[in-house]
C-alpha cells in the first residue's frame, strides 16, 4: 500500500495538470506542489530509513546484592 500511495504522488506530480485534446493545451503541474511532493517522499523515505530513537532503558543492580 505504501510504495503504491508513494508511485502515485511521484506519476501525479510527474504529469500535467490539465490537457486538452482537440485544441492540444497542456498545463504543467504547479513548481511549488512538485517540490512539495519531492520534500514528502523524501522525507517519507528518510523516516523510513531511520534506525531507532536512541533511548535505552536498563535496570541496573549493584554488585553484592
Request: aromatic share 4%; no cysteine.
Amino acid at each position: 500500500m505504501g510504495d503504491d500511495l508513494e508511485d502515485a504522488i511521484r506519476t501525479n506530480a510527474e504529469g500535467p495538470a490539465s490537457a486538452s485534446d482537440e485544441t492540444g493545451g497542456v498545463t504543467q503541474q504547479p513548481l511549488p506542489n512538485v517540490i512539495d511532493a519531492d520534500r514528502y517522499l523524501l522525507a517519507k523515505a528518510a523516516f523510513k530509513n531511520r534506525r531507532s530513537l536512541g533511548i535505552r532503558t536498563t535496570k541496573l543492580v549493584p554488585h553484592g546484592m
